[in-house]
T-cell receptor
């Protein structure tokens, strides 16, 4: 099956710093990638939809200047959390969609901001 | 608002019993997918069922889809302790030329050995 990787799997950063999370589709090209965040014991909330070569579409309430998304190629999308604060601590999950709109999820990145 | 809503929110059963989880949604869909998530881990894709399909099987999993009622069910037969996890349904619906996946809150399943 299709494989999506995320790096890093865990990151701890200090408040005010920026953190970059990578999402890669390893064995297929993904025109569209999605970024989600998940708080403990809650569902995944879609943050943004990222299309290769164009600007990401952000969901309502998600600050585009804080969560920078770059989808530079058909196999790589990055999410940068800028000027991170403790309330940004969460589990961030990406997914990559095939041409038939099937989604494959990465293993997630646990971000802790101290 | 969330598209898919699972019920029950929590389910506790004994090993060997069957577990049934339901998912309801509000608008027309393209696909509906079921995922499992072990605590603190990423999502694992279980089954995709298309809007023109009514039932699909995969091993001990059986998924049904009733588009007239806008609902789906996931049945795990002969459950095992290793099935303990959260289960989410995700629906894809068209929005502005794209298919936007939306997740429900999930059902937390505990299977006691």
């Amino acid at each position: 099956g299709a494989v999506v990787s995320q790096h890093p799997s865990r990151v701890i950063c200090k408040s005010g710093t920026s953190v970059k999370i990578e999402c890669r589709s390893l064995d297929f090209q993904a025109t569209t990638m999605f970024w989600y965040r998940q708080f403990p014991k809650q569902s995944l909330m879609l943050m943004a939809t990222s299309n290769e070569g164009s600007k990401a579409t952000y969901e309502q309430g998600v600050e585009k200047d804080k969560f920078l998304i770059n989808h530079a190629s058909l196999t790589l999308s990055t999410l940068t959390v800028t000027s991170a604060h403790p309330e940004d601590s969460s589990f961030y999950i990406c997914s990559a969609a095939t041409d038939s709109y099937e989604q494959y999820f990465g293993p997630g990145t646990r971000l802790t901001v101290t | 608002s969330q598209q898919g809503e699972e019920d029950p929110q929590a389910l506790s059963i004994q090993e060997g019993e069957n577990a049934t989880m339901n998912c309801s949604y509000k608008t027309s869909i393209n696909n509906l997918q079921w995922y499992r998530q072990n605590s603190g881990r990423g999502l694992v894709h279980l089954i995709l069922i298309r809007s023109n399909e009514r039932e699909k099987h995969s091993g001990r999993l059986r998924v049904t889809l009733d588009t007239s009622k806008k609902s789906s069910s996931l049945l795990i037969t002969a459950s095992r302790a290793a099935d303990t996890a959260s289960y989410f349904c995700a629906t894809d619906h068209a929005s502005g030329g794209s298919y936007i996946p939306t997740f429900g809150r999930g059902t937390s399943l505990i299977v006691h050995p």
